[in-house]
């Protein structure tokens, strides 16, 4: 390409993107709007690649009419200004996710959907890196695709957790096996509207045709809808934790079983996974049937599934402390995800909830307290907010703490011997940490000197 290729986003993904495209003998400009970002810092992770032209703000004239391709980290929207910008002028808008798919030699396995799509994407990597060794796990899940994809080759094996935001640049994208795992109302902030957000997660689909599969919660009737609709283009399957299906994977009984052609086989008791609550194994379903899919022997698969661990954040046991069970849920950044906490609670819980405030209502988090939740502490800007919403629902309850230390305290306090604390805070971490990890690293760090 003559032109330059300005990457934007000074991130882990678009770090990545440079080295990629260094790699592949392109001259990569790193741009970053927020002009507080520290070049010199980027410049240490740009090594050895650190010749790469940095800027902030704003771009000069010359470069601006250099440009001939956009590269979005998944951070930046399409209706930035940038975006918008360069989109105007007729340039290419590409997103990290697409210009990796650009280069993969291999199979692409891609995992989306509002809640669940770390765990499922974890297990799928674990069952194929342990079926195939030459296997990748990317994407969302903190590993840019970007910085694998030139390790592929024809007999390799890329997992993807892709989110929302990476799908919007999706140009090429075409996974062996996809699945959508839910959609519940979440970013709403970035996508303005359900129905985009339900568009950008059906995306996973839009190249796939009938040598693909897609996998999809029947449970849901917005997929379940869906894969009437796509089912004459790509091969699709169910999984259910609500239904015995004839056709597919569910959860009955406290069995995992497959159904095919009406006869059903019993594939595991929930016992015999490491993971906890109706949610994982959902997730487990989704993972069995994505390999089932790609022709991985069931034994192996099953194998695997025995033996995966709890994701970090994810309703992670931390530790007990004086007969209290401490969880960390911090990866519960919307609703849906912690009402999935809470129903994985099998006690008397005080939970911990509050954060930045992404425009949801949380009424149904509030209704799925059932009894359970003995005690709301509520951190961060969203307190008053899920406060007025708990009292409207009746639950009455309620303390308000400055920070993670003294919400744990106040937990703690509050708990007797064969209760639970459970951080899963229906919220983004943004103003009070940097992430959802940081946030969570925090919570383990206090329980651990408890």
Known sequence: MKGKILVVGYGKSGIAACFLLKEKGEDPILFDSDESKDKESVREKLKPHDDITLITGSVPKDIEDSVEMLVLSPGVPLDSDIALHYKNKGIKLSGEIELAYSYEKGSLLAVTGTNGKTTTTS???????????????????????????????????????????????????????????????????????????IREKEKITINQDMNDHCILNYDDPILRDFGEAVKKKVRVHYFSSREELSEGYFYKDEYIYKALAGKKEKLLHKDELKIIGVHNMENAMAAIAMADAFLVPMENILDSVRSFTAVAHRIEFIKEVDGVRYYNDSKGTNVDAAIKGIEAMDRKTCLIGGGYDKGAEYDEWIDAFGGKVKKLVLIGQTREKIAECARRKGFTDIEFADSLEEAVEICRKNSVKGEAVLLSPACASWGMFDNYEQRGDMFREIVNSL
Request: overall charge negative; aromatic content about 8%.
């Open 123 to 197: 297990l799928l990597g674990k069952i194929m890196q342990d079926y195939n060794h030459n296997s990748f796990i990317v994407g969302n899940i903190g590993n840019p695709y970007t910085s694998e994809v030139l390790k592929t080759n024809d007999t390799s094996v890329t997992v993807a957790e892709i989110s929302s935001f990476q799908l919007e640049t999706i140009d090429k994208f075409k996974p062996k096996v996809s699945s959508i795992l839910n959609i519940t109302p979440d970013h709403l902030n970035r996508h303005h509207t359900m129905e985009n957000y």
